[in-house]
């Protein structure tokens, strides 16, 4: 069985894949029926820094590489 990955980890795969496919993380929610106009202002608060932190790293994936983009600063 495999190890359950963090959930800064799976955040790290999901920008990843998001920039392997060309698919915006906005887009991605829409997808997924996320109504941001409805949505608890707390809640929004948490999304807005997970796309933050998602945003940098597929900005970096495009800089560095996928195999490099970590390790650079």
């Known amino acids: 069985m495999s190890e359950k990955l963090t959930d800064s980890r799976m955040r790290i ?26 949505a608890d202002a707390e809640v929004l608060a948490h999304m807005a820094g997970i796309i ?16 490099n983009w970590a390790s650079q600063n």
């Not at 920008?15 to 029926?33: H, K, M, P």
């Not at 932190?53 to 195999?67: K, P």
Request: a negative charge.
């Open 13 to 38: 795969q999901l920008a990843q894949f998001c920039f392997a496919n060309s698919i915006a993380v906005d887009e991605l929610y829409a997808a997924l029926g996320v109504d941001m106009s409805t």
């Open 52 to 67: 933050d932190g998602m945003t940098v790293a597929a900005n970096r994936i495009r800089q560095h590489g996928l195999d």
